[in-house]
């Protein structure tokens, strides 16, 4: 599998909106449900959302709910998480991650569900 890879993050004042990307090659196009975590230091990694390559279907976590979309284009094989509205405690780093091929994707993301993941990449929002 070639590696998952983010970009985008960066810090951007409360109420503000903000693009993460996710190289993904292997995955994009394919039938693999890809998902969107966060994690601030002492924290358990809390799932975003998800979206199932094969169909384009979405579920997203409470917190996030109207706010962040989750989105992928097939040509550029990239994942993309798009964050409106930021509030301060959406400040994490965020990782893009994928589940085995040919596992749909579960209403709730479950971490130990994702056995590739990617490097990072830190958003802070400022208020």
């Known amino acids: 599998q070639q590696p998952l890879v983010e970009s985008g993050g960066g810090s951007v004042q409360a109420g503000g909106s903000l693009r993460l990307s996710c190289a993904a090659y292997?995955?994009?196009?394919?039938?693999?449900?890809m998902g969107w975590f966060r994690q601030t230091p002492g924290k358990e990694r809390e799932w975003v959302g998800s979206?199932?390559?094969?169909?384009?279907?979405?579920y997203y976590g409470d917190s996030v709910k109207g706010r962040f979309t989750i989105s992928q284009d097939s040509a550029k094989k990239t994942l993309y998480l798009q964050m409106s509205s930021l509030k301060p405690e959406d400040t994490a780093i965020y990782y893009c991650?994928?589940?085995?091929?040919?596992?749909?994707?579960?209403?709730?993301?479950?971490?130990?569900?994702?056995?590739?993941w990617g490097q990072g990449t830190q958003v802070t929002v400022s208020s």
């Open positions: 991650a994928a589940m085995v091929w040919g596992r749909m994707c579960p209403v709730r993301g479950v971490e130990s569900d994702f056995p590739y």
């Open positions: 292997t995955y994009i196009g394919s039938s693999y449900c």
């Open positions: 979206i199932y390559s094969g169909d384009g279907s979405t």
